[in-house]
């Protein structure tokens, strides 16, 4: 398992977190995602390592920017 945080810039409510969480999660080995708009915190657990650009092209198609914490 590994565990990857980053900070999400744009985020300002729940759908923004789900539309976050829907792209994230069809990568392929993500096991559990934690989205906080609040916060602007992205927390993704895989089974493998996970490539930083997958998750932040991820999070680009929602719509919104990352950088890896």
Not at 9 to 16: D, E, K, Q
Not at 27 to 53: F, H, M, P, R
């Amino acid at each position: 398992m590994t565990t990857n945080e980053y900070r999400v810039t744009g985020m300002t409510c729940a759908h923004c977190e789900m539309s976050v969480r829907e792209e994230v999660s069809e990568i392929a080995g993500v096991e559990d995602i934690s989205v906080s708009a609040e916060s602007g915190s992205l927390v993704v657990t895989a089974s493998s390592e996970l490539d930083d650009a997958t998750v932040l092209a991820a999070v680009e198609e929602a719509g919104y920017s990352a950088v890896r914490v």
